[in-house]
């Protein structure tokens, strides 16, 4: 699809997939057009009309030091008279053509069996990261018990053997950090797969986000950046959404994170290592539902989404949406 076509999309979901389409003036835009790994929106069409649409979000993977390409797929949608043609699948289809990688959240169990009838495989589970830093209210609510079981955690003892020979500041700022290859360098351990993030993607992806306002909270020890959180504030809690910074100096950003948004922290992501590093610094970790999913059209590649560690926070696929 041709840039100049961006309207008679939107306006396409809006008529076939209204839940799917925000309110928020340029979302569409700012979803697709965008993304400095590219725009990449397709469509099947019937002589001058949209039969079926699919966005792509493209994206750089480091593995093994070789940058790869893969896409995720956001609102597919067929019209009606179109549908149980196979329209939606060759959308699919086509991405499988044009890049290393197609990869998919599967945010449910209907979700995750169409993939797998397409091929896909899981990568990784989605996990709900969870700290309580002050003493829970009592309410009648399934959440309490882990509210109460994360606070207790947290004071008594992660809290106890936290990084007492490192002070740290925490300065919350509206829009990005500076270009500096320690933050937006390699952000996972050397086996696992992950985005290739610079600030043009985090500029893009939250200070630019067309309905949701996101903050940056810069961990500082002296005068020496760390690394930083992107963060949402609600009404009950803060959404940690991104985190960037080397992996030796990530504790002391959680730390840092963890004392500067008293109250309720909570975030989602994907892979083992950011599970374990959660845990160790007294973070609560669960399901949180749906899966990271994916498919190759070469063996040897496919073979790594269920061989390698995949490593993403929510804000890195298509789940923030």
Request: aromatic share 14%; net charge positive; glycine share 8%.
């Amino acid at each position: 699809m041709e840039r100049r076509e961006v309207e008679s999309a939107e306006r396409f979901l809006r008529e076939h997939a209204p839940e799917r389409a925000p309110e928020a003036q340029g979302w569409f835009a700012w979803q697709y057009v965008d993304n400095p790994d590219g725009f990449d929106v397709r469509v099947c069409r019937d002589k001058d009309s949209i039969a079926g649409i699919s966005g792509f979000i493209p994206c750089r993977l480091d593995i093994d030091g070789v940058v790869r390409t893969g896409a995720f797929s956001t609102n597919t949608q067929v019209a009606p008279p179109y549908r149980r043609q196979g329209l939606g699948q060759a959308l699919h289809e086509t991405r499988l053509r044009d890049y290393d990688w197609a990869l998919s959240s599967g945010q449910s169990a209907a979700n995750r069996r169409l993939y797998e009838q397409l091929g896909f495989v899981v990568s990784g589970d989605y996990r709900r990261v969870f700290v309580q830093t002050t003493r829970p209210r009592f309410r009648f609510r399934a959440q309490t018990l882990r509210e109460w079981r994360s606070w207790l955690f947290w004071r008594f003892g992660a809290q106890r053997h936290a990084h007492a020979d490192h002070a740290v500041r925490v300065e919350v700022e509206p829009h990005a950090p500076p270009d500096d290859p320690t933050l937006y360098g390699s952000r996972f351990d050397g086996s696992a797969v992950g985005p290739r993030w610079d600030r043009r993607h985090v500029v893009w992806r939250y200070e630019r986000h067309p309905y949701f306002t996101y903050r940056f909270a810069s961990v500082f020890e002296g005068e020496e950046r760390l690394g930083f959180g992107v963060v949402r504030e609600t009404r009950t809690a803060t959404v940690l959404v991104d985190l960037y910074g080397r992996l030796a100096t990530r504790p002391l950003v959680l730390r840092g994170i963890a004392e500067r948004f008293r109250g309720l922290i909570s975030g989602v992501f994907v892979g083992a290592s950011l599970d374990r590093m959660f845990r160790k610094e007294g973070w609560l970790t669960f399901r949180a539902g749906g899966q990271l999913m994916g498919k190759s059209n070469d063996p040897s590649l496919h073979r790594q989404l269920s061989e390698r560690e995949w490593c993403f926070f929510a804000g890195d696929s298509d789940s923030d949406r």
